[in-house]
């Protein structure tokens, strides 16, 4: 599991605890009734923190799954690094 993984499935912990570490990569706002609006800027929130990438407003709405947040990230981490 990279670093990234590992730290985004910590954060998604975080936010919704109801969930194991084994659920995290399948989570999607349709597959978990408590993420909503206030958890998706919990979520922002704990991400920009915790690995320390801006999360800008144009882009929330893509940002609607693990995945899709882990493909995300990538991109700006490795946009980052270049």
Do not use: N
Request: negative net charge; hydrophobic residues 45%.
């Amino acid at each position: 599991m990279t670093d990234l993984r590992q730290r985004l499935t910590r954060t998604l912990c975080a936010v919704f605890p109801e969930l194991s570490k084994e659920e995290i990569p399948g989570a999607s706002m349709r597959s978990i009734a408590s993420w909503d609006s206030l958890a998706t800027v919990t979520l922002i929130s704990l991400i920009e923190k915790e690995i320390g990438v801006h999360v800008g407003s144009d882009d929330l709405d893509h940002l609607v799954s693990f995945e899709s947040i882990l493909a995300y990230l990538e991109q700006k981490v490795s946009a980052k690094v270049a």
